[in-house]
């Protein structure tokens, strides 16, 4: 679901009323875990009176010994990591489930266009989290895009050599037409996932429930935006039965497993040294990288 920019921006200080708007297509709850820089027992009270008493919060837990945040939760972890951060704490997503203390199964695409996710261009990060057996929970942001719809399509491979072009079609294991997200297994292609919106900034946030999805049947293959809404196969031309006529792929991430609840216990990168704090908000690899662990290494 997109949120407009006038809701993303008063986050920082929602209040329920501020988030009410966005529930009315989340039904199924997921639980993200977030690493929160805290000492003290007043900030487990502040980051408790930011959580308290926000529609789609369901229940909360703040671990100070352990500085793990855990959230069950129908909004965007966008959402909720502002809700954290608007505490004055730092605060990463380490993993995330469903309600059931069993894992599904999760996963993470970094999406990015030609070379790769990067601080420019179409760029962002989706989450995919097998909430139960039947359901699937896409939650994600993407920055840079044009304002307005965007298709969001799951791809058949993930073979990135030639950029988004080599990802091959929509994920189509039914070998049926092009449709909107609402449809059957006969009337869509399990990949096609309709549209998420920009705002006037060109930022999607988004939170998809998903039936078709599975998190353990597109690991390995992509996600891709595209640069023109989704008609959702309603088109009375031929493209329309095919990708929705929604245009170029502007950025895509091979769909690769991530952490679930309390399984990355991570602390520091044992490649370079950098602590999860310092990660975040660094560059990937290269010089700026380089430039970061000479800094930490003096911590
Ligand atoms: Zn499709």
Not at 87 to 93: E, H, N, R, V, W
Not at 134 to 157: Q, R, S
Request: net charge negative; with cysteine.
């Amino acid at each position: 679901m997109a949120l407009d920019n006038s809701t993303m921006g008063n986050i920082m200080g929602a209040s329920g009323s501020d988030l009410a708007g966005k529930l009315e297509t989340a039904t199924k709850f997921t639980k993200l875990e977030f690493s929160v820089k805290m000492n003290c027992n007043s900030c487990v009270d502040q980051i408790s009176s930011h959580l308290r008493d926000v529609p789609g919060v369901s229940s909360f837990q703040v671990d100070l010994e352990t500085g793990s945040v855990v959230v069950e939760t129908s909004l965007p972890s966008y959402d909720i990591q502002n809700l954290i951060q608007s505490s004055g704490k730092d605060a990463i997503l380490r993993g995330t489930g469903g309600q059931n203390q069993k894992n599904l199964g999760a996963a993470v695409a970094m999406l990015g266009g030609e070379s790769g996710f990067s601080a420019f261009g179409v760029h962002g990060v989706v989450r995919l989290t097998q909430v139960d057996e039947a359901n699937c929970i896409i939650d994600g942001t993407i920055d840079g895009l044009t304002p307005g719809k965007h298709g969001l399509h799951v791809h058949e491979c993930g073979d990135i050599s030639k950029g988004c072009d080599s990802v091959g079609d929509h994920y189509n294991p039914h070998n049926v037409s092009h449709g909107k997200p609402e449809n059957d297994e006969n009337h869509r292609h399990v990949g096609d996932l309709g549209n998420v919106e920009a705002n006037e900034y060109g930022r999607a946030v988004f939170r998809i429930t998903d039936s078709l999805v599975k998190v353990w049947d597109v690991i390995g293959r992509s996600l891709v935006v595209s640069s023109s809404e989704d008609d959702l196969g309603l088109g009375t031309d031929p493209q329309s039965k095919i990708d929705g006529n929604s245009g170029k792929r502007v950025a895509c991430g091979i769909i690769a497993r991530s952490a679930g609840l309390f399984e990355n216990s991570k602390k520091i990168c044992a490649c370079d040294g950098l602590t999860l704090w310092d990660e975040q908000n660094k560059p990937l690899t290269g010089e700026a990288r380089q430039q970061q662990q000479s800094t930490s290494s003096r911590l």
